[in-house]
């Protein structure tokens, strides 16, 4: 080969090793972004104001007024806690399942999904456990998703609140 060949193909290769580097980073992150948005079905979620650290929230879906409460508050990271769903006159809503799913606002924190049970004897009060992963950035925007499967579909009510 001559010298113009090899001078070309010194700034080549690591032209084209950056360019593959680059090309991976980004198909992991728009990955793990498309993974976080089909796991939870979010975006069809009716979205709750009210902050659980607060105290409960009353809200309503489909027509069913609800109560969801979760203790001991503060939520904080690596702090069991029980969460606490309250129907209120179940009407036409026939509730198989109920899920529910935790998720960092703004950071992808791995899948934290977990199930709530009918209580004995109480059809209407459905109770799950559960806890926050840590985050190393301190105080974090949380969102909680509810998910109830129900014999006309799937229900889902967003609920987002801060912990550290």
Known sequence: MNTRTDTAMDWLKPLLMALLMIGLL???WL???LIQQSLSGAAHAQTVDC???QGPCKF???GVLMQLEATPRPLRSLLPFELFLQVQGQGDMEIVR???ELQGVDMYMGQNRFSLTAEPGES???R???ELAICTTGEMRWYLLLMLETATGQKQARFEFNAR
């Open 128 to 130: 799950g456990r559960s």
């Open 124 to 126: 209407n009060l459905w």
């Open 26 to 28: 980004a198909s992991f």
């Open 98 to 100: 109920i899920d529910a």
């Open 51 to 53: 902050d659980l650290q």
């Open 31 to 33: 990955g793990a972004r």
């Open 60 to 62: 309503e879906l489909d």
